[in-house]
């Protein structure tokens, strides 16, 4: 489990993150949902109904129709009534990711991000229209031989998400999960 529950919450609401924390992203299979950050809240509205609250990664994430059908059936099992409720404010960051989850990446051969977008206090719903001030690039660690002798190939990977890189020692290539 990537964080713990408050023992002040509702059994329900216990049973719920319980069943949810086993849903993987329907993309990369090693992680959870939780770990993830995809999964945000779930609240309880009634004796058997809950809302789930998830964010996407991205807006347009064609994984969001799956999640969604995956939590509906998921709380349903449960004998629950379930509303799955997207929020997109805040939006979804990479740094809302586990450590765990990020060492699963990395293991799966996913280079996971190699820094953090803002601290908490900078994690606000405000959409930026100008670049930021440069800042240098960190070297991109190969998860395949731990080199950092890394280069892009692509600025998009296998989902819009990721960047394709190649690793100049090993040869390997590899995507790497950008931070945003």
Not at 75 to 91: D, F
Request: overall charge negative; hydrophobic content about 35%; some cysteine.
């Amino acid at each position: 489990m990537s964080q713990e529950l408050s023992a002040d919450l509702h059994p329900v609401v216990h049973q719920v993150w319980d069943a949810l924390d086993g849903l993987t992203d329907p993309e990369i299979p090693v992680v959870t949902l939780r770990e993830m950050g995809i999964i945000r809240d779930v609240e309880r509205v009634a004796d058997d109904a809950v809302v789930v609250v998830i964010t996407p990664t991205y807006s347009g994430c064609p994984a969001m129709e799956q999640i969604n059908d995956d939590v509906r059936s998921t709380v349903k099992a449960l004998g629950l009534q379930v509303e799955v409720r997207t929020q997109l404010a805040p939006a979804w960051t990479t740094d809302w990711m586990s450590e765990e989850a990020k060492a699963k990446l990395k293991a799966y051969g996913i280079a996971p991000p190699n820094r953090q977008c803002g601290a908490p206090s900078q994690q606000v719903s405000v959409v930026h229209f100008m670049r930021k001030p440069a800042q240098a690039e960190q070297a991109v660690e190969c998860p395949h031989c731990g080199s950092h002798h890394t280069v892009e190939s692509s600025h998009f990977g296998s989902t819009a998400c990721k960047a394709l890189y190649k690793c100049l020692d090993c040869q390997e290539p590899f995507d790497y999960f950008k931070p945003y």
